[in-house]
C-alpha cells in the first residue's frame, strides 16, 4: 500500500522498522532532521532512538529546521540521548537540561545554520532523518508539512533514512519549493522577487543510493496550542491595525500593506486574525511558519498568497486544511527556512516583520529568549533574520505577566537579542511606540508615555529622570539598571507593592 | 578657471560664495550632506552655516554618510546649528553634546540611512550638500573621495549644493558607481556578483535645475589619524593570520580568503597591514574606508581589488595616492554606502569583516559604542551590516585600557550592539576565541582562556564558576553583572588592585 508512494522501485527493499533504520545512527554522531515548528518532523525514528538508549547509552548532535512536535525533543532529552542540540527548541524538558548546563544548545538565526553547514563552520550531519509523503521516480525527497532545514541537512548527509508518513496527504506533492545558493565565490543572487515566485524544485534532489533506510509511519503532527484571542491581545492587534492605517494614510504603504511575517504564538496570531476585519486588501504572507490565522484570512478572501517554510495547525483547522488541500494549494508555497529567512529577501520583499518580544526596555533592546539574563526559554528562532532587514520591524508583548509581578517594560534588558539599531515599533495591550528615526531619550519617552502599565509607569518614569541626570547617549544608572530582574529572582516580583 | 569642472555652461551662473549658499539653509531643515570617514565632506557651506549661526541662530538636522573631518562637527556643534545628526561621528565635542543630551544623535546601521529615507520612515532632506570634482555634461555629479550617502540625499533633495573641490585630482572621475535600488514591489536583485563589478553609473544623476548653487573650494581632506602598528596590534595581527593560515588549511577558504572589510581605526589598520607578509595571495577587499593598509598592500602586489565608499589616507600617503591615481584606478571603486554595506551583498560574496570592539562579555556580546552603557563614542557604522551577514564576523581589541584600569572583556557587556548570535571570532594582543558552534557556557571557557588579559582572568573565572553554581543556559549573577563598569565610574578601576 505504501509502493505508490515510493515511485523508485530500486529503494523497495530499503523499508525497515524504525528500529532497524535508528541502528544507523551511531554514538557520537550529528543527526539532521526535518521538522520546523512542529510540523512534519521524523516521528519513528527519533522514538525508536530513544527507546534504544535507554538500553544502550548514546549521545547525538542533533540539529533540525526548528522546534519537533510529539514529545520527542522530551523524551530524547529523557533517554539522554542529546549532547548538543541547534538552533531551535520549545520544549520544558529540554529547556531545563539546557539550563541545567546538560544540552548544550546553540541558539541560531534559522536562516543561519545550514549556511554555516555549507562552509565546513559547523560539522556536517553524518546522518539525515527527513519525513516525506513520498520518494519520486529519481529518488528525490518530498517533505510534508515543513521545509525547514530538510533539503540542506539531505545534501550534506553521507546517509538519509526517510520517513513515509501515510497520515499526510498525498496531495502535498506539489507545494514545496527548494532551493540551494549555490556556492562561493559564484554565488549567485536569489531570484525571488515575489512572494509567489517559484524558483527552485518540488522535491529534495539527492542521489537514490544515499538513502539508506525507508521507515512507514502514520503518526500525525502534534496540533498548535495556539489559544483565541483574548481582550490584551486583541487590543495588540487593534493598535497595530491603526498604525497600518495611518501608514497608508501616509503614503508609505498601500492597502495591501507588505509581505507580512508572524512570529508563532498567541499574539501574533491575534494580530493576523485582526487583520480579518481590517481594511486592507489582497494581503500577501513571506513568514517562517503558517499558522490558522493564514488559512483564516485565505478563507476571508483577505489574503493571497503565502510563503513559508511550515504549516502549523490546531485540531479545529487540521483536518479541513488538510482535507480540502486543493483549495489552498495554488495559494501556498513551502520553502527551505533558509530562503523564508534570508536577509537578501527579506530586505528585497519590504517585509512588515511582526515578533514577540519576553522584554524590552526604555531604548528599544528587546530581549526575546533569557529569562532574567540566565534562563532560555525557546530561542532567537527567525525574528532577528527578519527584524534586521525588514521594512518594519516590529515587537509585540503583554504589559505585564504573572498577574503584575513582572514588567515587560523594564530599565535595562537582561538580554539583548535585537539592539535598539533593529527596532521599529514596539506594541503592547497599553499602546504603540514608533521608535523610528528617534534617538534613546526620545525612544524612552514614547515608549513609557505608550506601552508601559500604568503600575509600573512611575517608577520607570523616576528611574528615567535619575538617569537623565548622571548623563549620557543612553541614560542608565548602572546600580539599578538590572535591579528590577533581581527583585524579581529574590522576590518573585519586580518591584515591591 | 574652474569651468572645465562644470561642464554644462547653463549651471555656470550659479556660482557663487558659500556664505550666499548656506542662506540657502533655513531654520529647522533637515540637510543631507556628503562625507564618510573624514573623507569628500563638503567643507565651505558648513563652515559658512557655522559663522552665520554664530550671528543668526539657527537649527538645522544633519544626516552625512559617516563622520566629517575639517572639524566640522565640532564647529557646528559649537555653533548651536545642530539639533538631530544621524548615522554616525567621531567628533570629541559633538560627542559632549550628544552625552549632554543636547543634540538627539541617531545611530544608526550605515546601509539603513537612505533605505529608511526611501520608504518615508525618515524625514528627506530638505536641500543636500555635496562635494564634486565635477558636474558633468548632463548636470551629474561626480563625487569626490566618497559617495557615502550623498547620491541618494541628492537625488531625494529638492535642492542642491555643490562645492566644486579643486583640491581634489579629477582623474577621480570614473571611480565612483553609483547604483540605487529600486523602489518596492518591483525591487530586483543588485546585480553585483563579485568585488569589481560595475553595477552603476559614475556620476550622480540628477536634473541639472535641482542644482541651487555651485562653490569652488580648495581645502583637502583631514587626513588620517592612524598610528602604525604596535606590539599589541601586531599580535592580533599575527593571531588572525594565523587562524587564516589554519582556515586555508582546514579547506574553508582558499589562499585568496574571502573579500575583506576592515573597519577604520588602529588594530584593523594594523590587521590589514600584516598581510603584507603573510602567504595570502590575490587578496580583495569588499569594505567601507580603504586606508593606507590598502594601497600597502596593493604596491606589495598582495591587493588585487577593493571596493570601498571612501579613501581615507594618511598624510603620508595621500599626496602619493591621489597624485598617481592612474596607478591604482583599475584596482578600486567606490559605491554607494548602502551598497557596500548592503547585506544582501555582504552574505553573498562571504565578507571577512573585521571590526573593533570597545568591550565584549563571556558569551561573546559585542559593545561597540556605549562607555559605561551610557556615554556614545562615536557609533555602530557599519560593523553591524558586515558582522551580521559575514561569512566570518570578526571582532577585534585590546585586552585592556587605560594601562590596565580596564579589561575589555567583561561579565555582561553594558551596551548590546552585536548579539552572540552574530559574533564568530574575538582576538585580542592575548589570542584570539572562535566561537563558532558553542554554546554560551563553552564560548565562555575560550574566551577567557585565549582572550582575557593575565591580570582579569582570574577574577573572570570566578565570576564564571559561581554563576555556573547559579544555573542558566546564559549563567550570569544579575547583582556583580555589571559591578566592574560600577566600579570602573566610582574609582576609577574595573577591580581593586
Known amino acids: 500500500m505504501y509502493r505508490d508512494r ?28 526535518s521538522g520546523f515548528t512542529r510540523a512534519g518532523e521524523a516521528k519513528a525514528v527519533p522514538h525508536a532512538l530513544a527507546e534504544r538508549a535507554k538500553v544502550t547509552p548514546l549521545k547525538i548532535s542533533l540539529m533540525t529546521g526548528a522546534s519537533l512536535g510529539n514529545d520527542l525533543d522530551k523524551e ?36 543561519e545554520t545550514v549556511e554555516q553547514l555549507r562552509n565546513g563552520q559547523l560539522k556536517l550531519p553524518d546522518i539525515a532523518v527527513i519525513e516525506a509523503v513520498a520518494i519520486t521516480e529519481q529518488g528525490h525527497i518530498v517533505p510534508t508539512t515543513s521545509v525547514g532545514n530538510s533539503a540542506s541537512f539531505a545534501i550534506f548527509a553521507r546517509q ?25 565565490p559564484t554565488r549567485t543572487p536569489i531570484p525571488l522577487v515575489k512572494v509567489d515566485d517559484r524558483i527552485g524544485s518540488p522535491a529534495i534532489p539527492i542521489p537514490p543510493e544515499k538513502i539508506a533506510a525507508i521507515v512507514i509511519t ?27 492605517k495611518q501608514e497608508v494614510a501616509a503614503g508609505r504603504m498601500t492597502n495591501k500593506l507588505g509581505p507580512l511575517q508572524a512570529g508563532i504564538g498567541n499574539i501574533a496570531n491575534a494580530v493576523m486574525c485582526g487583520l480579518i476585519d481590517s481594511p486592507f486588501e489582497d494581503l500577501t ?151 523610528r528615526g528617534l534617538a534613546p531619550r526620545e525612544r524612552a519617552r514614547v515608549i513609557i508615555d505608550n506601552c508601559v502599565h500604568p503600575s509600573y509607569r512611575q517608577a520607570l518614569n523616576d528611574y528615567f529622570d535619575a538617569a537623565c541626570v548622571l548623563g549620557g547617549h543612553t541614560p542608565h544608572i548602572l546600580r539599578d539598571a538590572l535591579s528590577w530582574h533581581l527583585n524579581l529572582e529574590e522576590t518573585g516580583r519586580m518591584l515591591a507593592v
Open 218 to 244: 502514520h503518526q500525525g503532527d502534534s496540533p498548535s496550542t495556539v489559544a483565541p484571542p483574548d481582550s490584551d491581545t486583541q487590543a495588540i492587534a487593534d493598535h497595530l491595525i491603526d498604525f497600518f
Open 76 to 111: 530524547l532529552t529523557e533517554a539522554g540521548v542529546l549532547a548538543r542540540r541547534m538552533p531551535f527548541q520549545v520544549d520544558s524538558t529540554l529547556r531545563k537540561a539546557i539550563n541545567a548546563g546538560e544540552v548544550m544548545f546553540i541558539d541560531q538565526h534559522l536562516s
Open 285 to 435: 504572507m513571506y513568514s517562517e511558519v503558517l499558522q490558522d490565522s493564514t488559512f483564516d484570512l485565505i478563507d476571508a478572501g483577505k489574503l493571497s498568497f503565502a510563503s513559508g517554510s511550515s504549516i502549523t495547525l490546531s485540531g479545529r483547522r487540521n483536518a479541513d486544511v488538510f482535507g480540502n488541500l486543493e483549495k489552498y494549494k495554488d495559494k501556498l508555497v513551502l520553502r527551505p527556512q533558509e530562503i523564508s529567512n534570508h536577509p537578501e529577501v527579506v530586505r528585497r520583499l519590504g517585509i512588515i516583520g511582526i515578533n514577540t518580544a519576553l522584554e524590552f526596555d526604555l531604548y528599544g533592546n528587546v530581549n526575546s529568549t533569557h529569562i532574567c539574563g540566565t534562563r532560555m526559554m525557546n530561542g532567537i528562532g527567525g525574528s532577528g533574520d527578519f527584524a534586521r532587514n525588514a521594512h518594519l520591524a516590529i515587537f509585540v508583548t503583554k504589559s505585564i505577566a504573572k498577574g503584575g509581578a513582572i514588567s515587560s517594560v523594564v530599565p535595562m534588558v537582561s538580554h539583548v537579542d535585537h539592539t535598539e539599531h533593529d527596532v521599529d515599533i514596539l506594541v503592547t495591550e497599553i499602546g504603540l511606540a514608533d521608535l
Open 6 to 33: 515510493i515511485r523508485l522501485p530500486s529503494l523497495w527493499n530499503k523499508v525497515m522498522s524504525a528500529a532497524e533504520a535508528a541502528l544507523l545512527i551511531e554514538d557520537g554522531m550529528t543527526v539532521g532532521m
Open 160 to 184: 538519509v533514512i526517510i520517513e513515509i508518513n501515510l497520515a499526510h496527504n498525498p496531495n502535498l506533492e506539489g507545494l514545496h519549493d527548494i532551493y540551494i545558493p549555490t556556492y562561493r
